[in-house]
């Protein structure tokens, strides 16, 4: 299984404030997705990248943007956050950059539980 | 677009067998998932299948897929207390993202 490290963990902060949530990986997977998971909403898509130049906007990435700093590392950001950007935040890896590997399931951190005052 | 229902509780024995059941609207999705949530953790990916299969076996894990109906089910044998979890269905769309359902919370009782 892939080894995803988010951090924080947990992290409350005020309206208004900047935000980075970090997502690490070393199983050297090209694919690295963000999610957010709201309580009877399952998970839904902010951002993804297939690979270092690629970048994707997901379903609900109003407020939010994203890095990838190396194959590694995919960063989310919250500009000036908002209270309902309340939520648990998922990275999920997967390998594979061209679409004949798109069956190759993800794998999932352990979130960021984030609360916004 | 894409959309995946799922019921939001099941309760059942320990011991007995465990039927999630999940729906979905786009016929051309290909590929399939259940995943498992615990308290505090991320999602663990239990099993997925191919929409060419009909069912899917690994242990106490049956995947049935019924293209037809739109339909995905996960058949739990022998359910015990460890599994009690949140189970989300996920299909995979044409533009290769995962659409998850709003998961099941299954809770096992002594």
């Known amino acids: 299984d892939a080894d995803v490290t988010q951090t924080p963990r947990n992290r409350i902060t005020k309206t208004g404030k900047r935000i980075m949530l970090e997502c690490s990986q070393t199983k050297g997977h090209d694919r690295m997705y963000w999610y957010r998971q709201d309580p009877g909403l399952g998970l839904q898509l902010i951002y993804y990248?297939?690979?270092?130049?690629?970048?994707n906007k997901g379903e609900i990435s109003d407020g939010y943007s994203v890095s990838r700093q190396a194959q590694a590392k995919f960063s989310l950001s919250l500009e000036s956050a908002i209270p309902n950007q309340t939520a648990l935040y998922f990275c999920?890896?997967?390998?594979?950059?061209?679409?004949?590997?798109?069956?190759?399931?993800?794998?999932f951190g352990d979130g960021t539980r984030l609360s916004i005052l | 677009g894409e959309d995946v229902e799922q019921s939001l509780f099941l309760s059942v024995r320990e011991g007995d067998s465990s039927v999630i059941n999940c729906t979905y609207t786009?016929?051309?999705?290909?590929?399939l998932y259940w995943y498992k949530q615990e308290p505090g953790a991320g999602l663990q990916l239990l099993t997925y299948?191919?929409?060419?299969?009909d069912m899917k076996q690994d242990q106490r894990l049956t995947v049935l897929l019924n293209k037809k109906d739109k339909h995905l089910s996960l058949r739990i044998a022998d359910t015990q207390t460890g599994d009690s979890a949140i189970y989300f269905c996920?299909?995979?769309?044409?533009?290769?993202?995962?659409?998850f359902g709003t998961g099941t919370r299954l809770q096992v009782f002594p």
């Open positions: 299948i191919f929409s060419n299969m």
């Open positions: 990248s297939f690979d270092v130049k690629d970048i």
């Open positions: 999920a890896t997967a390998t594979g950059s061209s679409p004949s590997h798109s069956n190759q399931p993800q794998h």
């Open positions: 786009d016929s051309s999705s290909t590929y």
């Open positions: 996920a299909v995979k769309d044409d533009t290769d993202k995962l659409i």
